[in-house]
C-alpha cells in the first residue's frame, strides 16, 4: 500500500510507468487537462492518492478481522473503506487498473484508489 497526499507525478509511485502515465491523465481530465490547475488543487486541498497491490486487495477483502486496521487511523480506514465499498465512481482508466474516488465535504475532499481491476 502506498499512501500520498502530493501531486504524484513527480514522485515513485508503486505502478508500472505506462500506468502512472494514465493515472496523471485521468487526474487532469476535471481540470480541462491544465495541469497546473490540478497541481493547484493537489497542492491547496490535498487528497489522498492511496495504491492497493494485488495482496492490498487480498488482505482487505478476504481476512476479515483486517490485519492492516491496526496499523491504520481509525479516520483513514473509514476513508478507505467508503472508498472501497461506495465509491462516488470506478473507472478502468488503463487496462488492468481501476480509479476509484469517494469526495467527503462539499470543499473536495477526496481519496482516490488505484488497483488492480477486480475481474
Same mark, same amino acid.
Not at 465512481?89 to 488497483?115: N, P, R
Given at each position: 500500500?502506498?499512501?500520498?497526499?502530493?501531486?504524484?507525478?513527480?514522485?515513485?509511485?508503486?505502478?508500472?510507468?505506462?500506468? @502512472?502515465? $494514465?493515472?496523471?491523465? =485521468?487526474?487532469?481530465?476535471?481540470?480541462?487537462?491544465? @495541469?497546473?490547475?490540478?497541481? $493547484?488543487?493537489?497542492?491547496?486541498?490535498?487528497?489522498?492518492?492511496?495504491?492497493?497491490? @494485488?495482496?492490498?486487495?487480498?488482505?482487505?477483502?478476504?481476512?476479515?478481522?483486517?490485519?492492516?486496521?491496526?496499523?491504520?487511523?481509525?479516520?483513514?480506514? =473509514?476513508?478507505?473503506?467508503?472508498?472501497?465499498?461506495?465509491?462516488?465512481?470506478?473507472?478502468?482508466?488503463?487496462?488492468?487498473?481501476?480509479?476509484?474516488? $469517494?469526495?467527503?465535504?462539499?470543499?473536495?475532499?477526496?481519496?482516490?484508489?488505484?488497483?488492480? $481491476?477486480?475481474?
Amino acid at each position: 500500500m502506498q499512501i500520498i497526499n502530493t501531486w504524484p507525478e513527480d514522485i515513485i509511485l508503486a505502478l508500472p510507468e505506462q500506468v @502512472k502515465t $494514465a493515472l496523471i491523465q =485521468h487526474l487532469i481530465q476535471p481540470f480541462q487537462n491544465n @495541469k497546473a490547475e490540478a497541481k $493547484a488543487y493537489w497542492l491547496e486541498d490535498k487528497p489522498l492518492l492511496i495504491i492497493l497491490d @494485488k495482496e492490498d486487495q487480498l488482505t482487505l477483502i478476504n481476512q476479515p478481522p483486517r490485519p492492516l486496521e491496526i496499523l491504520l487511523e481509525d479516520t483513514f480506514q =473509514h476513508k478507505l473503506d467508503i472508498v472501497l465499498e461506495t465509491p462516488e465512481y470506478t473507472d478502468v482508466f488503463i487496462k488492468g487498473y481501476q480509479i476509484s474516488l $469517494a469526495i467527503f465535504s462539499d470543499a473536495g475532499e477526496g481519496v482516490y484508489c488505484v488497483m488492480p $481491476a477486480i475481474e
